[in-house]
């Protein structure tokens, strides 16, 4: 089995060609639906279970709402000229928080999709001047460009799509 690497250990290449955000939002879009072809017809109990990993299902699919306004916030930082992006809580403090797991997961994936729509809307409004514009990430400490931080959210979106695959796949 391949080893993944953690999540905060991933490196982020700038990316130079800003149209490709074009093609990024298609895929941020899809997510929603990812997810729920992933679960379709996974046994509800299940998707509370741990086993191995930190979080459930639930709380996996919880998470990538809980980040919503994080990601929506540093677009519009980066379409406003700001020179540094908010900074994450990266405890996950909403997240562990959160009783993710006694909501329903059907829910769960509708909240989630309702707030990447403000997500994509956002994207899809930016201007070619833009694109241009760049923004400070606070852990990583490299400059982001509106594709550079969609391409952020749509690999941290996979990270947990496929720990979600990996959980399923213990069953």
Known sequence: MIKRTKWFDRKFATIDDSSLLIDIVERLEGTGLRIE?????????YLQST???KWSIKKQVGHLADLEPLWLRRV????AGEA???????????????EHDSRRIKDLIADFTEQRKKLISELRACTGAELDHQAKHPR???PMKLVDLAYFVAEHD???????HEMLMQK
């Open 76 to 79: 519009q930082q980066i379409r």
């Open 158 to 164: 996979d990270h947990h799509l496929a720990s979600i």
């Open 51 to 53: 086993a191995n990993y």
């Open 140 to 142: 990583l400490g490299t």
């Open 37 to 45: 072809h992933k679960l379709h017809n996974s046994g509800s109990a």
């Open 84 to 98: 540094d992006l908010v900074a994450a809580d990266l405890t996950n403090k909403k997240t562990e928080d959160a």
